[in-house]
């Protein structure tokens, strides 16, 4: 993945870049002695996790001038390096044959000594002092000593009052009790009394719901707010598209 997002715009860019593959060997053998230490304090992953793992690297390695690692000197290398791109090619193509070396010895190491070792159970319950650590974390994001099963409950109880009290509002605004809320969330998603005419009409109404009903009610329940100006802009067409 970090092929797609290293720059290769300058010759500085490419040495950097063969830099990081030849310093791959190192890395992937610091993460087998990293992963010995787990087989000895029995902190490994379940089988499910790794039991691809080998399949994989038999499709990553490949021959230097076929793998996914050289594809930046098929596109950009002439342009950029001039004179210097045979030299850096032989560079590169050099490191791959090296990163594929090492794969293949983290492939033998997965299945002859981390593969047998993976533990039975699934999630951190199954690790050793496992659920006192998730107790822990639980306790850390919640501020609170519940357990796991209480705040499961907890969470079926707060779907079951959401759920009343959307069938209460369904009610009020004429949906027949029977109605499924999925059908009231259709109907409301294409019933064009819902949907606003044009961009404009948009805008006012989240400026309107924002600064008119929110921003109001925002000291009442926070002592410190932000002083920078909010402001709702309208996203381009072809946008990258998010709901939350």
């Not at 961009?199 to 309107?208: G, I, K, V």
């Amino acid at each position: 993945m970090f092929v797609s997002v290293q720059p290769f715009d300058t010759e500085g860019d490419f040495v950097n870049y063969i830099r990081r593959i030849e310093g791959g060997p190192q890395q992937l053998e610091e993460m087998m002695n990293l992963s010995r230490r787990a087989i000895a304090n029995g902190h490994t992953s379940h089988n499910a996790s790794v039991s691809r793992v080998p399949r994989n690297i038999d499709d990553m390695v490949k021959p230097p001038n076929e793998s996914a690692l050289y594809s930046p000197f098929k596109d950009y290398a002439n342009d950029i390096l001039g004179n210097n791109a045979a030299t850096m090619d032989k560079r590169l193509q050099d490191a791959i044959t090296a990163f594929n070396a090492k794969l293949l010895k983290v492939k033998e190491f997965l299945i002859n000594e981390y593969m047998p070792k993976t533990r039975p159970g699934l999630g951190i319950g199954s690790l050793p002092r496992g659920r006192e650590n998730y107790q822990a974390c639980q306790r850390f994001h919640t501020s609170t000593d519940m357990t796991a099963q209480q705040i499961y409950d907890k969470g079926l109880e707060e779907v079951d009052r959401i759920e009343k009290l959307i069938r209460k509002t369904m009610v009020n605004v004429g949906f027949p009790n029977t109605t499924k809320i999925s059908d009231m969330y259709t109907n409301l998603s294409s019933d064009a009394k819902f949907l606003f005419n044009n961009p404009a009409d948009a805008l006012a109404h989240f400026n309107e719901i924002i600064f008119e009903r929110i921003k109001p009610l925002l000291p009442k329940n926070f002592r410190h707010l932000p002083d920078l100006p909010l402001e709702v802009r309208a996203t381009v067409s072809d946008g990258v598209g998010g709901e939350y």
